[in-house]
Every structure is written in structure tokens, then in C-alpha cells.
């Protein structure tokens, strides 16, 4: 198929990007970055727009620096630049890990950092990613620019906290501090494939070994990426073992209050499938924080 009719605009900057929604704030517009989700909904013409907004010509949106202690990355940064950059090597290897499971190369070539996370497919890996290190995303409006925490931004299926007004233009993720361990994975029936369920999760300990901090996000199982906080605070203050992690497995498929259930897979899949990756996850990013290897009990 082919999209219906709509009006096309291409700014060069940012302020006239929130010029030209702020002026049509009483239409349906979409905005277009990298267009890998976009396009397929607008040729099936599952989106109708009124006015499409291109962002591709605002070259102050592509970049990749150190500030601090975050890796600020521009919204209309390309995947592929993320997979390619020593920086992100060096400072956040979970955005690295994360971002190689995207797609394909073609899909990481055109696709951007702001694109996916403003999209907010539960089966993304990027939003699950912002959950899971405490990200901020930054947006731009009529009313000036404004800085939104990641467990505030997402807000269901295919929903933020943006206003229609306002641009993404910043994703702000803290750089790994030592001594934390990490983890991302997902299962898919075909590397590239949107995943029918995913998680990852990032540990510290404390000097007798016990968790001393604990993030667990799932994705692709649910209506949308979700931190696991209860599983996260009963793990906090005990040592990390085989029979914890299947307690904590237990309750992550517990958790989920109604899973995702289509001609991929089944919701009862999909819960078994939470309490299995989250066991993998917890015991994989205990490993990297330095603490017991997988399968192996306190004495």
C-alpha cells in the first residue's frame, strides 16, 4: 500500500521544527526521524497525518559526548553511529549491547536513539534500556526546554509524557560506574525480529557481597517496558545465589498482570518466559559486578 495524502515539512533547525508544530497544534502531526517505525504505519496506513514533520536536515540533534558523568546523545543520532562509537564502548557497554540487538544493519543505519524512544514500542530495546540506568530525555517547546526521568517519560503502549508541541532532542544515560554489573537480553525467533520478551537489569554490591543495588526491566511482554521495583527491593541486602534469583524469577512472572498475547506468542509464554530471562539477567550482571559465578550456592 501506499500512504494516504499528507503535507511535508523539512526544517533546518530545531526552533523551527517547535514553530511549525506549535502552529499546527490542532492537527494530526507526526514527526519523522528515522522513519523505521513511521514509514511501514504510513504506508499500511495505520497513520494518517495531516503534516509530517522531517527532522532529518537538524544536524544539532547528531551527536555522541561525554558530560560529566553522562553520555549525552542527540536525538537524531543513528543507531549505527551509537554501535560505532568508542565512547559508548568504553563508558556504557549496555547501550552498546543493547543497541546490537536492534534490527538489522540496515534498520541500526537509519534508525535514531530519540526515533525508538519516542515510539515507545514495548518490545524496543531503548526504552527497557533508559528504565534500567536511570536515563533522562530531554525535550524542547513553545515553553522552553524541559528534562523528563525515564521512569516518567514512558507512559503505556506507544505513549510518553511528550506534549504533541514538543521535540525530543537529547537522551541523557549515566556512564557505567565501577563496580556495576550488567545484563541485556531477549529472545526472538530470529536475530533482528522485535522480541517476544526481553530483560536486563544492572547490580552493585557491597563489600560482604550482598546486593546493595538492584534495577530489573522487562520488555516485550507487556503493554510496555516495566521496572520490576518489588522484585528489586526484596533482592536489596541478601547475597546473590542460585535460589534467590529463582525466587526472584518467580516473582517477575508474578508480577506481570496481564502479558502480551498475540499469534507470536502466548501470554503464558510470555510470563514463563519474564522468569527465565530475569534469573539469566541477575546472575549474568553479578558475574560482571565480580560477585559469584551462575550456579554456584553460598556454602
Known amino acids: 500500500m501506499k500512504p494516504a495524502r499528507f503535507e511535508y515539512a523539512a526544517p533546518d533547525t530545531l526552533g523551527e521544527a517547535v514553530s511549525?508544530?506549535?502552529?499546527h497544534a490542532d492537527d494530526d502531526v507526526k514527526i519523522l526521524a528515522g522513519g523505521q517505525s513511521l514509514v511501514p504505519l504510513l504506508n499500511m496506513r495505520m497513520a494518517r497525518p495531516e503534516l509530517l514533520v522531517d527532522l532529518n536536515r537538524i544536524a544539532e540533534l547528531q551527536y555522541i559526548r561525554e558530560d560529566g558523568e553522562w553520555l549525552a546523545i542527540g536525538a537524531m543520532t543513528r543507531k549505527r553511529a551509537v554501535e560505532e562509537s568508542d565512547l559508548v564502548r568504553r563508558r556504557q557497554p549496555a547501550l552498546l549491547a543493547a543497541t546490537q540487538l536492534v534490527g538489522h544493519p540496515q534498520i541500526r543505519n537509519r534508525g535514531t536513539v530519540g526515533g525508538s524512544m519516542a515510539h515507545a514500542d514495548p518490545a524496543a530495546e531503548y526504552p527497557a534500556l533508559a528504565l534500567v540506568l536511570g536515563a533522562e530525555l530531554?525535550?524542547?517547546?513553545?515553553g522552553g526546554e524541559r528534562s523528563i526521568t525515564a521512569d516518567e517519560f514512558f507512559k503505556g503502549y506507544l505513549m510518553t509524557a511528550m506534549e504533541p508541541v514538543e521535540v525530543l532532542t537529547e537522551v541523557r544515560v549515566p556512564v557505567l560506574a565501577p563496580g556495576t554489573g550488567?545484563?541485556?537480553?531477549?529472545?526472538?525467533r530470529r536475530h533482528g525480529d522485535f522480541a517476544l520478551g526481553g530483560a536486563t537489569a544492572t547490580v552493585r554490591l557491597d563489600a560482604s557481597g550482598s546486593f546493595s543495588e538492584v534495577r530489573i526491566v522487562l520488555f516485550g511482554v507487556s503493554g510496555?517496558?516495566?521496572?520490576l521495583g518489588g522484585?528489586?527491593?526484596?533482592?536489596?541486602g541478601q547475597r546473590p545465589g542460585d535460589a534467590l534469583f529463582r525466587e526472584a524469577g518467580a516473582a517477575a512472572s508474578e508480577s506481570l498482570e496481564e502479558p502480551l498475547s498475540d499469534v507470536?506468542?502466548?501470554a503464558e509464554y510470555r510470563r514463563n518466559l519474564a522468569g527465565v530471562l530475569t534469573i539469566r539477567a541477575l546472575g549474568e550482571a553479578v558475574?560482571?559486578?565480580g560477585g559469584r559465578e551462575?550456579?554456584?550456592?553460598e556454602r
Open 138 to 142: 530531554r525535550v524542547v517547546g513553545p
Open 264 to 266: 507470536h506468542a502466548s
Open 224 to 227: 510496555s517496558a516495566v521496572r
Open 287 to 289: 558475574t560482571r559486578a
Open 20 to 23: 511549525l508544530l506549535e502552529r
Open 231 to 236: 522484585v528489586e527491593e526484596r533482592l536489596v
Open 182 to 188: 550488567w545484563s541485556f537480553m531477549e529472545v526472538a
Open 294 to 297: 551462575p550456579g554456584q550456592e
